[in-house]
């Protein structure tokens, strides 16, 4: 549970509002950027896990249009 003001609630929905009105590869992009943002910034904090990078996967499914 988060104590939040309704200006940040109305900040949060336009920034999803505005990610939803842009095409999946362009989300897709933004992830990436930010997870080697994330990466960089982790090699300086503990290196002996950025080595590792990020565990997981990733499975893209085509869906068709409704």
């Known amino acids: 549970m988060r104590l939040t003001t309704f200006e940040e609630l109305n900040t949060a929905n336009a920034r999803l ?3 939803l009105t842009r095409p999946p590869v362009e989300r ?3 992830v990436e950027r930010l997870r080697r ?3 960089e910034w982790l090699r300086g904090v503990r ?3 950025a080595s590792e990078g990020l565990r997981g996967s990733l499975r ?3 869906r068709p249009e409704p």
């Open 17 to 19: 509002t505005y990610w």
């Open 28 to 30: 897709i992009a933004e």
């Open 37 to 39: 943002e994330y990466l």
């Open 47 to 49: 290196a002996d896990v």
């Open 60 to 62: 893209l499914v085509e």
